[in-house]
């Protein structure tokens, strides 16, 4: 059971759930999650995997990752250098609400469709 709480533990919630809600709410961190979620990806293969994503604001995701602890970054000292990026543990802990997401989005699409139809029909 989940225990009562008083809005301002509520509030002081979301304050701290902030944060992880801007990462994973971006374009990108969710599909770069589930890219990684069978293991280690080079740079170019997460690339390929999502598509139609810049290298530029993969970089930029990838670091801003690694900054929150969600994935590892592992250079071997190879000619060219190799980079592989793989999942933490805190970022395999992120998967199960990300598929958890994804289910209730596939289960619920014919529900949010007609109820967007229905918005714009009203609103038009």
Request: glycine share 8%; charged share 25%; hydrophobic share 40%.
């Amino acid at each position: 059971m989940i225990p009562h709480l008083s809005n301002d533990d509520l509030l002081g919630g979301c304050e701290a759930v902030r944060p992880i809600l801007v990462r994973i709410g971006d374009k990108w961190s969710v599909l770069i999650v589930m890219a990684l979620r069978e293991g280690p990806r080079r740079f170019n293969q997460i690339r390929r995997d999502i598509g139609s994503i810049s290298q530029r604001m993969l970089t930029l995701t990838l670091r801003g990752m690694e900054r929150d602890g969600l994935i590892s970054r592992k250079v071997y000292p190879t000619t060219p250098p190799r980079v592989e990026y793989a999942l933490t543990e805190l970022g395999h802990s992120l998967r199960g609400p990300v598929e958890a997401l994804g289910a209730w989005a596939i289960a619920n699409e014919a529900e949010i469709v007609s109820a967007q139809t229905r918005y714009d029909a009203e609103n038009a």
